[in-house]
């Protein structure tokens, strides 16, 4: 089975049908830049763009990269324009799409799903914590497979700044930092969420993923098991086409129940 994954990041939106029992893209991802300002109008007219690339025309995940109310309507845009605070991002983006089913969650949120049933969290309990590093840090927490959703830790303070402000990948960009001062910076954050949480196992998605044996090996003093996303960069996506098969699934269950209490 195939649905469309949609990963909406602060510098790129990509997205390609994904193989549901494979959980794997099903084609080669199209990617486009984020407009900058990432306005909703903006934003929606990426996502058309990447969804038109494929003819699609069936249910769409989508993520977003802040918290993601019911499903629906936005309440945090720390990497994206401020006028998405309050939309209704479900119901925009399927106006956008031409009344295509629409579901939303948040980015890291999807990215913890695809690895927790296909990649590096498969068969995992305890406490997990899946971080994606990127133009911010996003944050899965899982509890024996279970979301805590909408976490945010990115945000958590770290030496009087947001941590994703000294930690992301962004930053080791702007600050052109070598891998090895780099991962002391995302070593203090780490040991200051093991503080909090107690994981036993943190996996590092995002972009840098897939380059681990860089800046891995510089991390030190984490009593918990750290290794790379198993889906890299792709996690998202195919995190979104998981909930956007399970919504379309729950409101077929519910339908077929309408339909025999009817009879």
Request: net charge negative.
């Amino acid at each position: 089975m195939q649905i469309f994954g949609v990963d909406i990041g602060g510098s790129g939106i990509k997205g390609a049908p994904v193989d549901l029992d494979k959980g794997d893209l099903a084609q080669e991802r199209c990617k486009v830049l984020t407009p900058h300002p990432a306005t909703p109008e903006g934003v929606a007219e990426g996502v058309k763009e990447v969804i038109d690339h494929f003819g699609w025309t069936g249910p769409v995940g989508l993520t977003f990269p802040g918290v993601v109310q019911d499903g629906a309507t936005i309440l945090t845009a720390a990497n994206v324009d401020k006028s998405w605070v309050g939309t209704d991002a479900r119901a925009l983006f399927s106006e956008r799409l031409g009344g295509l089913p629409v579901t939303l969650v948040n980015d890291a949120d999807a990215a913890g799903i695809a690895e927790m049933q296909f990649g590096a969290g498969r068969g995992r309990r305890g406490t997990v914590i899946v971080l994606t590093f990127g133009t911010g840090i996003g944050s899965a927490v899982f509890t024996d497979g279970v979301l805590v959703a909408n976490t945010e830790l990115g945000h958590l303070e770290l030496n009087g700044h947001d941590a994703e402000k000294k930690a992301s990948s962004k930053a080791k960009e702007d600050g052109d930092l070598t891998w090895e001062h780099w991962a002391r910076r995302v070593q203090k954050y780490l040991v200051h969420l093991e503080m909090l949480f107690s994981p036993e196992l943190f996996i590092i998605g995002g972009g840098v993923s897939r380059k681990a044996e860089k800046f891995l090996p510089h991390i030190t003093g984490v009593k918990a098991e750290i290794v790379p996303a198993q889906l890299q960069n792709n996690a998202g996506i195919v995190g979104a086409a998981m909930r956007a098969e399970q919504r379309a699934s729950a409101e077929q269950r519910a339908s077929a129940e309408q339909r025999a209490s009817a009879e």
